[in-house]
């Protein structure tokens, strides 16, 4: 891409608030694999006999993770790096060509996949070694002498130093099960600290995924405490990121237990923005994080593609602003208008920049609403999830905590203007907490615990639609669908979005995956997101059945009482039938219209006190009564009223 | 909505209406005009060809009406200032000088009325139009108060089916609480004529201009026709497979959909036009009005990569590109036909997967706008069918999860279906909202928020992260003092709302609008300030702020929040240990680092600088890096190498900048960019300074980012743009 093309840029309109926060990295994610590959690495499990039981060597299983991973990323995560180191190998591979330096520089060091954006062929290679066993190069054949740890780290060093320079997230990914590599070697260990200290200065992160075995626990204090530093983040938090052993056991086979440690950390942490000011009242702000948890993943755009060279190739765009005589126009020409009646209204830059400024980034509660004042229809667009930060305000984190478990506790939601960048535009948002007070109550155990940003719409965002009415006749029908409703729940009665893919992107990157490595179009693929229909018919087909019938019989009274009404209702306004659980008056109907039998059954039912304040006025109006007080009056008067009169 | 509409405004230009009155700094024509404006510009905005308007100075100097011309009596001193048509900018220039106040004072504003139907009358004929007259007066000049003549006009105006809207400059209006003292017998007349006039017609308003002028800054909601997303069935199983499935027709429509502000174009000044109007104008500034600007079209070019081309890319025509989608790295291209099966194949679908009660529900799972079910219409089986779902989904207090597929090949949803049984609104329906896939949900870990995790793994329940007992309390009850349902009442004492939706409007989309508006017809005004109606959800309100005034108090008491100061942002730094408390600056320490080797350039100046006691040996670690930098762009084969110095750089910057040393930055960049633009470092470098070093934001050092700097941001600026 050449400089003054357009690429980054947005196209006009778009979403401003899409864009995360740029920040003058570019914010890109590499991860390199670094693999052990020593003999109790590649050791098989025992043969139990139990189909559950595990069958991968750790090695096995950490090249099927790497490999579910380089596919993960392709669709999530196009524009992110991926590597794999292996490491106690006895070949020795950098990179042959252009790295200048041969395999001879970090010998038992493996590049097998370089660092880079994973290419069609990187994934057969992986899945050839993974799923064949194909392991022609005998890559997987650990040294007979041990391998230098300090050897290793700056073999990492070096390819995020030359493949992934201005990353904004560089991390190394360690899968061992050995927790002492240089049990007696006191200077190998410190060089081996040095180099990690420089790979923490580099910026890259380490990740150490231990694996062990029964009866021997992964002791990081023999070494990997000197390896591994703290996300300076969590940090400052005041909590360190675990590190979490795999191991096979507790019915988790080792592949899984690895896969989930790792999917956890799939994605590196992008804060979309960070130490904003959250004003909880006059005086008193304290400072958070804000992060997108929720993303919608669209399949990539079409691209164009040149096909005259050598191989494929994609054409890089560049855009040429032109005016109307086409001469090319450099961007200092150009200004931003508006389109009004026809012509052009123009705003010097600092009036566009006025308009614009709503006072400044931050998050200010305006006053708190129970979580049930938020109309069910409420909603415009993902929120956001916020967390504390003391890089602002020291304590932050306390009273983040504090407002947080009242919120969950009371059932409440903070009311807020929020913008979350300079010029950004402003919303209004309700801040709802997730996770749980108890220890394993969380409904959403895939989500993170804290507060999420909910977008309010705005007046502007309500449509109006005019639906009639409808009636509400049939008592049965829904005591009837009330039997189907509640056997047909979803697995532990809650929508986990984890339990189901999107269809339209999986197949997506399934054809074009059989495309890129010229397999076979694949015919078909699990859609879960079809309804258990053969089970629905099973559990709950007779209610079906009956409810089916029975509503084509009040269909039926419908269609025959609407007639008759017809004939009878030219001159009378039309009197709907009295809904079950509602007040048989509308605001439409007047509450003055109320018969006298209608208000006798709702003062039975005690949902008189349901009535708006207008409408009860238009009662009492009705029946000559006055129509001064609270509503607490009102409904006595009217009660009163009742009991006396009716 | 979007039906036809002719408006006439008939504004009285009589020579009173040039004068101010009770204590306004500006005439009753400029206030008036501050309405009449802002409806016009307005229905510009809307540039909709069936929207028209004409407009008939009352009281000009010169009498040009149509009544007239005919010889009728009593039509002096009116003009048809523009006839009823669409009302573009050009138009709208036109009229605008013509509108001012005028010598004459005789002009019988009936009479202006009826000038007003006959051109109504004219323009709509016998169609389908929505009529409009609108007349703005102070009510100074002489009216016929005939009753005769008043109950013509109005048979006339209710015969055309004409909605009359008067609105009067101090006119007494009771209701809204605006009485004006002293006012003349005349103007007390003619007030009580027009007030007739209105009361006479079927369809009339009568209003005082400040009530019409106060109400413009509250924003209008541009209305939008329902829009049918979605006409088909909903259904429960499969009813092509199983007999027993059910199956509804139902219609969606969208509920919300977030309205967006309107949006710039890139324009540029017209070559032609542009010249001449630049030598006329030596500021250059241009002015307002849209012919001297035209849109800026935009021209992809197409390269690829080929090392024998000149800079290594090659200019590729359009046509010979095919299309394809990226698989990582690798290109894969498909031919049109192809194309296709990439695509999920869908058909139009709507069908409940199942259920789950409301509890196991949070809201902040929502991907975007709600949708809006109702049952098809006329369909009885349907509506009774849906209610009963409704109803027992209302009772079971559950929701329906479903896969919705608008139309064939559309992408699959997942919706989460919420029912509404109407006993708050009039309408039973289903409101639905779309539910995250799998791939939508990224697994980001966080600490918990009420507990501590030592790093040996033991539990902490008392931190100086976690919330006191008194703390608890505090927050518990500010939270509670600042509720905003109840704390405000309306009239009649019942508690109202505070912020209810349909009152808080989009400030971008009204503040925007307005300043458009504002600007279209004062081209060389200012735009002001936002109307406070706009900001007015951005503070707590203060009745609040004030009864919680303790609970605030004690919350702040209790948090003991110390803020961070500027200075110590970023720049304080702490020995960084690995998880043992390792001291690796010791190891270091003992061969220190002082000569710094290109591959492993960042760690080994990191380090230099943190080991270093004097200034001599940070700037010899800086000139190193300088070094290292330039060389590699040097020895860069096109841009391989660019990345790597970029990032060399930036962390020369942050380095400089925590040790308060700018100006060797700034030194280093000047001299870098001399080199990179004159070719100095073997060939065209000029992708580095602009893609990198000014698109990755590593200029030069401003006073804002350090004091040390003498650099002003529009310094650093300037730097930059040539």
């Known amino acids: 891409m050449a400089w003054g093309g357009d690429e980054d840029q947005r196209p006009e309109g778009e979403d401003e608030d899409e864009i995360d926060e740029t920040d003058y990295k570019t914010q890109k994610d590499a991860v390199l694999f670094a693999i052990d590959i020593s003999s109790s690495m590649l050791l098989a499990p025992d043969d139990?006999?139990?189909?559950?039981?595990?069958?991968?060597?750790?090695?096995?299983?950490?090249?099927?993770?790497?490999?579910?991973?380089?596919?993960?990323?392709?669709?999530?995560?196009?524009?992110?790096?991926?590597?794999?180191?292996?490491?106690?190998?006895?070949?020795?591979?950098?990179?042959?060509?252009?790295?200048?330096?041969?395999?001879?520089?970090?010998?038992?060091?493996?590049?097998?996949?370089e660092l880079d954006i994973p290419a069609a062929e990187d994934?057969?290679?992986?899945?050839?070694?993974?799923?064949?066993?194909?392991?022609?190069?005998?890559?997987?054949?650990?040294?007979?002498?041990?391998?230098?740890?300090?050897?290793?780290?700056?073999?990492?060093?070096?390819?995020?130093?030359?493949?992934?320079?201005?990353?904004?997230?560089?991390?190394?990914?360690?899968?061992?099960?050995?927790?002492?590599?240089?049990?007696?070697?006191?200077?190998?260990?410190?060089?081996?600290?040095?180099?990690?200290?420089?790979?923490y200065d580099l910026g890259v992160v380490i990740e150490l995924f231990p694996v062990s075995r029964a009866g021997k626990a992964f002791d990081l204090a023999k070494f990997y405490d000197d390896i591994v530093y703290r996300d300076p983040a969590a940090e400052a938090a005041g909590a360190a990121d675990e590190v979490k052993t795999s191991k096979s056991g507790d019915g988790l086979t080792l592949l899984n237990s690895l896969i989930s440690n790792i999917n956890s950390k799939q994605t590196p942490k992008r804060s979309y923005f960070s130490n904003l000011p959250f004003e909880l009242a006059p005086g008193l702000t304290i400072s958070i994080k804000g992060y997108m948890p929720l993303h919608r993943q669209a399949p990539a755009r079409t691209c164009y593609v040149y096909l005259g060279?050598?191989?494929?190739?994609?054409?890089?765009?560049?855009?040429?602003?032109?005016?109307?005589?086409?001469?090319?126009?450099?961007?200092?020409e150009t200004k931003k208008a508006y389109k009004f009646g026809g012509e052009y209204i123009k705003f010097e830059e600092k009036e566009v920049k006025s308009l614009k400024d709503f006072g400044g980034r931050v998050l200010r509660i305006i006053g708190f609403k129970s979580q049930s004042r938020i109309?069910?229809?409420?909603?415009?667009?993902?929120?956001?999830?916020?967390?504390?930060?003391?890089?602002?305000?020291?304590?932050?984190?306390?009273?983040?905590?504090?407002?947080?478990?009242?919120?969950?506790?009371?059932?409440?939601?903070?009311?807020?203007?929020?913008?979350?960048r300079t010029n950004a535009n402003p919303v209004m948002v309700a801040i709802m907490p997730s996770g749980s007070l108890s220890e394993d109550g969380s409904d959403t155990p895939y989500l993170p615990a804290g507060l999420w940003l909910y977008p309010l719409p705005f007046a502007d965002d309500v449509r109006t639609v005019d639906i009639a009415a409808k009636p509400r006749t049939a008592d049965e029908l829904a005591d009837k669908m009330r039997e189907i409703v509640a056997n047909l729940q979803l697995p532990k009665a809650v929508y986990n979005p984890l339990k189901y893919p999107n269809p339209s992107l999986q197949w997506h990157y399934k054809i074009l995956q059989a495309s890129a490595l010229e397999?076979?179009?694949?015919?078909?693929?699990?859609?879960?997101?079809?309804?258990?229909?053969?089970?629905?018919?099973?559990?709950?087909?007779?209610?079906?059945?009956?409810?089916?019938?029975?509503?084509?019989?009040?269909?039926?009274?419908?269609?025959?009482?609407?007639?008759?009404?017809?004939?009878?209702?030219?001159?009378?306004?039309?009197?709907?039938?009295?809904?079950r659980s509602k007040p048989a008056a509308k605001k439409a109907a007047g509450g003055g219209q109320m018969s006298n039998a209608q208000l006798k059954a709702a003062f039975e039912k005690n949902t008189l006190k349901k009535l708006t304040v207008a409408?009860?006025?238009?009662?009492?109006?009705?029946?000559?009564?006055s129509t001064v007080g609270k509503k607490a009056d009102l409904l006595e008067k009217l009660e009163q009223w009742i009991e006396e009169n009716v | 909505m979007a039906d036809k509409e002719a408006t006439v405004y008939v504004v009285d230009l009589g020579a009173s209406m040039g004068d101010c009155h009770n204590g306004r700094d500006e005439s009753d024509l400029d206030f008036g005009m501050r309405y009449v404006w802002d409806k016009i510009s307005?229905?510009?905005?809307?540039?909709?060809?069936?929207?028209?308007?004409?407009?008939?100075?009352?009281?000009?100097?010169?009498?040009?009406?149509?009544?007239?011309?005919?010889?009728?009596?009593?039509?002096?001193?009116?003009?048809?200032?523009?006839?009823?048509?669409?009302?573009?900018?050009?138009?709208?220039?036109?009229?605008?000088?013509?509108?001012?106040?005028?010598?004459?004072?005789?002009?019988?504003?009936?009479?202006?009325?009826?000038?007003?139907?006959?051109?109504?009358?004219?323009?709509?004929?016998?169609?389908?139009?929505?009529?409009?007259?609108?007349?703005?007066?102070?009510?100074?000049?002489?009216?016929?108060?005939?009753?005769?003549?008043?109950?013509?006009?109005?048979?006339?105006?209710?015969?055309?089916?004409?909605?009359?809207?008067?609105?009067?400059?101090?006119?007494?209006?009771?209701?809204?609480?605006?009485?004006?003292?002293?006012?003349?017998?005349?103007?007390?007349?003619?007030?009580?004529?027009?007030?007739?006039?209105?009361?006479?017609?079927?369809?009339?308003?009568?209003?005082?201009?400040?009530?019409?002028?106060?109400?413009?800054?509250?924003?209008?909601?541009?209305?939008?026709r329902p829009f049918?997303?979605?006409?088909?069935?909903?259904?429960?199983?499969?009813?092509?497979?199983?007999?027993?499935?059910?199956?509804?027709?139902?219609?969606?429509?969208?509920?919300?959909?977030?309205?967006?502000?309107?949006?710039?174009?890139?324009?540029?000044?017209?070559?032609?036009?542009?010249?001449?109007?630049?030598?006329?104008?030596?500021?250059?500034?241009?002015?307002?009005?849209?012919?001297?600007?035209?849109?800026?079209?935009?021209?992809?070019?197409?390269?690829?990569?080929?090392?024998?081309?000149?800079?290594?890319?090659?200019?590729?025509?359009?046509?010979?590109?095919?299309?394809?989608?990226?698989?990582?790295?690798t290109v894969v291209p498909f031919s049109d036909s192809d194309m296709a099966i990439t695509k999920y194949e869908t058909t139009k679908s709507f069908t409940i997967i199942g259920f789950i009660p409301f509890d196991s529900y949070s809201p902040f799972l929502n991907m975007g706008e709600t949708g809006l079910i109702a049952a098809k219409k006329f369909d009885e089986k349907s509506e009774i069918g849906l209610s009963a779902l409704i109803h027992a989904l209302h009772e079971l207090e559950s929701y329906a999860v479903a896969r919705y597929v608008q139309k064939d090949g559309a992408q699959v949803q997942i919706l989460l279906l919420k029912p509404n049984p109407g006993i708050e609104d009039e309408y039973e329906c289903l409101y639905d909202v779309p539910l995250p896939f799998a791939e939508d949900v990224r697994s980001y870990q966080f600490p918990p928020l009420d507990k501590v995790l030592t790093v040996s793994g033991n539990v902490l329940k008392e931190h100086r992260l976690l919330p006191n007992q008194d703390l608890k309390e505090a927050m518990s009850d500010f939270v509670d003092a600042m509720d905003l349902s109840g704390f405000d009442v309306d009239e009649d004492g019942n508690p109202v709302d505070y912020a209810p939706i349909d009152e808080v409007y989009n400030p971008v989309i009204h503040r925007l609008n307005q300043a458009i508006r504002t600007r279209a017809v004062h081209p060389d005004g200012e735009i002001g300030p936002p109307p406070e109606i706009l900001l007015r959800f951005s503070k707590p309100p203060e009745k609040l702020i004030k009864k919680a005034r303790p609970d605030i108090e004690a919350l702040i008491d209790a948090a003991e929040l110390k803020k961070v100061p500027e200075k110590a942002k970023g720049r304080f730094k702490e020995a960084v240990k690995p998880l043992s408390g390792l001291d690796i600056d010791a190891i270091l320490g003992q061969k220190k680092r002082t000569v710094i080797s290109p591959e492993n350039a960042i760690p080994e100046f990191k380090q230099a600088l943190a080991t270093a006691e004097d200034d001599e040996t940070v700037e010899k670690a800086v000139k190193q890096m300088g070094e290292i930098i330039r060389k590699l762009i040097t020895n860069s084969f096109a841009d391989v190498f660019y990345p790597r110095a970029a990032e060399n750089l930036r962390v020369l910057r942050e380095e400089l900048i925590g040790l308060d040393l700018p100006l060797l930055y700034n030194k280093f960049l000047r001299a870098l960019k001399k080199s990179l633009l004159s070719g100095e470092l073997n060939g065209d470098r000029r992708e580095m300074w602009f893609k990198y070093i000014i698109g990755g934001q590593l200029g030069l050092v401003t006073k804002e980012e350090s004091e040390m700097s003498d650099v002003t941001e529009e310094d650093a600026k300037a730097f930059v743009k040539k």
């Open chain 1, 48 to 113: 139990t006999g139990n189909k559950k039981a595990d069958k991968d060597s750790a090695v096995t299983a950490a090249l099927k993770c790497a490999y579910q991973f380089m596919q993960q990323r392709i669709i999530a995560q196009p524009k992110d790096m991926m590597g794999i180191l292996l490491f106690g190998t006895e070949k020795s591979r950098f990179r042959d060509e252009t790295g200048g330096r041969s395999g001879t520089g970090y010998p038992h060091c493996y590049l097998f996949t």
């Open chain 2, 228 to 329: 049918k997303a979605y006409d088909g069935p909903l259904t429960l199983g499969d009813p092509n497979k199983y007999e027993s499935a059910i199956s509804i027709n139902v219609e969606r429509y969208f509920k919300t959909k977030r309205a967006t502000p309107p949006s710039a174009t890139t324009v540029v000044v017209n070559p032609d036009r542009g010249y001449t109007q630049s030598q006329a104008f030596d500021d250059g500034d241009v002015e307002m009005g849209g012919t001297e600007f035209s849109n800026v079209k935009h021209m992809r070019k197409y390269k690829v990569n080929d090392p024998s081309a000149p800079g290594g890319k090659l200019d590729v025509p359009y046509e010979e590109l095919a299309k394809g989608y990226l698989y990582g790295r």
């Open chain 1, 519 to 579: 397999e076979e179009t694949p015919q078909d693929h699990e859609d879960l997101t079809i309804p258990k229909y053969r089970q629905i018919d099973k559990r709950v087909g007779g209610a079906l059945a009956e409810w089916k019938e029975e509503l084509e019989q009040k269909a039926h009274e419908l269609v025959q009482s609407r007639a008759v009404k017809r004939e009878m209702d030219i001159d009378e306004d039309e009197e709907r039938p009295a809904k």
């Open chain 1, 615 to 625: 409408e009860l006025k238009d009662v009492l109006a009705s029946k000559g009564l």
């Open chain 1, 123 to 199: 994934v057969r290679k992986l899945r050839e070694l993974v799923e064949e066993g194909e392991d022609a190069d005998e890559v997987l054949v650990p040294s007979k002498e041990p391998v230098i740890m300090s050897n290793v780290l700056f073999c990492a060093n070096q390819i995020f130093t030359t493949n992934a320079a201005n990353f904004g997230s560089r991390r190394l990914f360690i899968i061992t099960d050995n927790d002492d590599p240089h049990k007696n070697d006191k200077a190998a260990k410190s060089s081996a600290a040095v180099r990690a200290k420089d790979l």
């Open chain 2, 42 to 224: 307005t229905t510009v905005a809307a540039s909709r060809k069936t929207w028209t308007l004409g407009f008939v100075g009352l009281n000009t100097d010169e009498t040009n009406n149509t009544q007239d011309e005919e010889g009728l009596e009593g039509y002096h001193n009116i003009s048809t200032l523009q006839e009823i048509g669409p009302m573009t900018m050009t138009e709208l220039r036109e009229l605008h000088p013509k509108v001012k106040p005028c010598e004459a004072y005789s002009g019988d504003a009936l009479s202006a009325i009826v000038v007003a139907i006959t051109m109504i009358e004219e323009f709509t004929k016998k169609l389908k139009f929505k009529r409009r007259i609108i007349l703005v007066t102070n009510g100074e000049s002489p009216i016929d108060d005939e009753d005769d003549s008043i109950t013509d006009v109005a048979e006339k105006l209710n015969e055309h089916n004409i909605e009359l809207v008067i609105i009067g400059v101090d006119f007494d209006d009771p209701e809204y609480g605006f009485k004006e003292e002293d006012k003349s017998r005349a103007k007390r007349q003619n007030e009580e004529t027009l007030r007739k006039l209105v009361e006479a017609c079927e369809n009339g308003v009568f209003g005082t201009m400040q009530q019409a002028v106060e109400e413009l800054s509250i924003p209008r909601i541009k209305p939008v």
């Open chain 1, 375 to 420: 109309p069910m229809w409420a909603s415009v667009k993902k929120s956001t999830f916020i967390f504390p930060s003391e890089e602002g305000y020291v304590g932050s984190t306390r009273v983040f905590s504090a407002l947080w478990q009242k919120l969950l506790k009371s059932k409440k939601v903070g009311i807020a203007w929020f913008v979350a």
């Open chain 1, 309 to 332: 060279g050598e191989q494929a190739q994609l054409a890089q765009s560049e855009t040429v602003k032109m005016d109307s005589e086409t001469r090319t126009v450099e961007k200092s």
